[in-house]
Nanobody
Framework: QVQLVESEGGLVQAGGSLGLSCSVS????????MGWFRQAPGKDRELVAT???????NYADSVKGRFTVSGDNVKHTVYLRMNNLKPEDTAVYYC???????????WGKGTLVTVSS
């Protein structure tokens, strides 16, 4: 059973920075992609950033240049560093793992990030 546990989000002022981490437990052998999605109130869940087990990254246009996703394959942890935060970044952030090997999709419970103006 794969489980994802995000670190606690928080409240930050616009222009500030915040880091999130997500620890994965369980059998995740094989090629996979990890990353972060977010869902703002009244909106659909959207991709923020992903990183493959090979290290390839992908970012939403809205966060390029401000957010950095990284991973530690040994610790089975994925990180999201968020700089120059904007009020529109306010959302519940979800950690995600997709296994290319099995086609399985796993999600954390989500953590709230609030950016005040």
């Amino acid at each position: 059973q794969v489980q994802l546990v995000e670190s606690e989000g928080g409240l930050v002022q616009a222009g500030g920075s915040l880091g999130l981490s997500c620890s994965v437990s369980g059998n995740i052998a094989g090629i996979h992609r990890m990353g972060w999605f977010r869902q703002a109130p009244g909106k659909d869940r959207e991709l923020v950033a992903t990183i493959s087990s090979g290290g390839n990254t992908n970012y939403a246009d809205s966060v390029k240049g401000r957010f950095t996703v990284s991973g530690d394959n040994v610790k089975h942890t994925v990180y999201l560093r968020m700089n120059n935060l904007k009020p529109e970044d306010t959302a519940v952030y979800y950690c995600n793992l997709y296994s290319w090997s099995t086609g399985s999709d796993y999600w954390g419970k989500g953590t709230l990030v609030t950016v005040s103006s």
